[in-house]
């Protein structure tokens, strides 16, 4: 995959990104949830009577099983419908492939764009609390990544869909209407420097209690400067000399709270951290962890922490609770409060040395919105391993992205006044949840089952079918629509130093034809029919893997379709190309070239894009 401009971060997105998109008066409903609709009687039987055989069939299995290895089972998935940047430590219902490098700074860009979004059941917030050891040592780690990039586009010279075109205006000339000369819209290179921090103390000594502390930061400036009408302007530049300064986490963990002696563990967090659970949060606030031999709670609140925008609620409440009702079933319940209620009821129950069911409910305040039952298969040896899920959308009262993109943004600059409609004008500040022109969550059904199989010690192969259905067709909008998608993967491990990974994948959506549409300005219908994409990726190691050579290599073909024309045959092709170098056991340098060749016809004034980037790591522990 190509080197992308947009920046990527090492730890959890927090949705932040909602306020700062599309600036347009869209669809999506902007009514208190409250106020919309609530589901029926029917439906809430529907829930309870699932939720009560799913209950009593985990309850039944009961310890006739030998108890097996729970770190073979915790790839189970609960696919959901939503945005990719809901949550960057998210579960992956993709196969098992081959993870080229040592990323643990920085998330590569994925070679496929639209992998199944899923909603997990979090652990709780804080970790396992191992026993307090007097005499262990303190210990000290550090992490520093520094990145140089640079990114470049080649234009054609046509003008772009806008009509702008990419020369000055000639003297004594106006351009007609809707025509105009804007040479500062083709800027043609843009550089960055990106820089990540992450330093550790653990196990300080304080008396019989002991102090664990994280600080992770974040820096990243625009080294050249952008022009007003750039492509590759972002939320860098909007910030005093293009810079920004992240204080990602910065907490301590305090630990043996508890009697000495005791079965239950007590800890307590306090500073600026990551929640998980319900939804994901940055808060600026504490934790109190209670781990106990039959279950676990994480109890936490705070002031929700933001960068780039000012929101009017901020407060946080919530909890994770982990109850281990027998040896083989799991039962937990995870709450958040922030603008809304959300809560997650999940059940686990491992059958056998090989099964492992699991169901969910998810819901906002007292709205069913996602019910999931699925069911992981992992053979003896682990050679073959097969994930089914069936999801139910019960209401279209969902969040489009996550629960953090309905908080109102005080800051003017964020900020869409009603300037023109309605008539006549308020000049007033609208919600933030009508920004986006998605529109609503349709209720769907979906079912995917997933596997993968070890054929011998140096090939894999795998397969994913997927298959989505919105229950009302009239319903249907461009970005929410029944489809049909089949992939196939394999792995090739030729040598302990060789690498090989492909996939080829196939999805069919059902869109009526555009011309149906009753309006104009109707785009319902409106968007790609089928697609095919194959990607494959390679590694190779020299020197015990000091030294690794990498490429990538994707190719899609899709047809589209608008009211005004249907695009057969498309084509898009990317490519990439990687050096590592380890240079010591703490030093890494990595240098990545990316090229990427849009859609003409989308993108008439840029002929490519490419990028360089150099990376720098160090580790340090002591």
Known sequence: MPIRHEDTKPHQPDGEFALHSSQCIGNADSRPLAERSQPTLVKWRLVVALLLICLCAVSGFGQQSEKVDRSKTDSAQTPRAGSDSKT?????????????????????????????????????????????????????SLYFMSEYRRD???????????????????????????????????????????????????????????????????????????????????????????????????????????????STKVSLRIGRQYVYGATPLRVDGGTLSIKHPRFSLDVFGGRRATFYSDPGERGVAGENFVFNATEHTTIRYDFAHYIDNVHTLGVRHVLGESWMLNGSLFMIDTDPVDLNVGATYLSPGAKTRVTMNFLEKLT???????????????????????????LPPTGQAFDARGRLNLGLVNPYTQFNVDGYRNLTSKVGVGGTVWVRKINSRRNEGPFDTSFQEVRA??????????????????????????????????????????FHEVFANAAYHFFSGRL????????????????????????????????KMRIARDYKLALEYGFDRELSFLNPDIDYTQGFRVRFEWRFSR
């Open 152 to 262: 470049e586009i080649k234009y054609t010279g046509k003008p772009t869909l806008a009509l702008q075109f990419p020369s000055p205006v000639p003297p004594f000339s106006v351009p007609d209407p809707p025509i105009h000369f804007v040479p500062e819209a083709f800027e043609p290179n843009d550089e960055q420097f990106v820089s990540y921090l992450s330093a550790t103390f653990k196990d300080i000594g304080l008396g019989r209690l002991r102090l664990d502390t994280q600080v992770s930061v974040r820096y990243s400036a625009d080294l050249d400067g952008t022009t007003a009408a750039s492509p590759f302007l972002g939320i860098r530049d909007a910030f005093v000399g293009r810079r920004i300064f992240e204080p990602l986490t910065f907490f301590g963990d305090l630990r043996g709270l508890s009697p000495e002696g005791s």
């Open 489 to 530: 993967n394999a792995d090739y491990y030729p040598s302990a130093a060789f690498e090989v990974g492909t996939e080829y994948r196939y999805r069919h959506l059902s869109r009526a034809d555009a011309e149906d549409a009753k309006f104009f300005d109707d785009i319902s219908l409106e968007g790609e029919k089928t």
């Open 396 to 422: 279209s009262n969902d969040f489009i992205y996550d629960q953090s993109y309905r908080a109102f943004a005080r800051n003017p600059e964020n900020q869409i006044r009603f300037r023109f409609f309605p």
């Open 548 to 579: 690794t050579f990498e490429g990538g290599l994707f190719y899609r073909r899709f047809d589209t379709q608008s009211r005004l024309i249907s695009l057969k045959g498309m084509d898009a092709i990317s490519y990439n190309a990687g050096l």
């Open 88 to 140: 960057s430590n998210q579960d992956n219902v993709e196969p098992a492939r081959i993870d080229i490098g040592d990323e643990a700074s920085e998330t590569k860009p994925a070679l496929l764009s639209s992998v199944p979004v899923v909603r997990t059941t979090r652990r709780a917030t804080s970790r396992a609390q191992p026993g307090i050891e007097k005499g262990r040592p303190a210990s000290f």
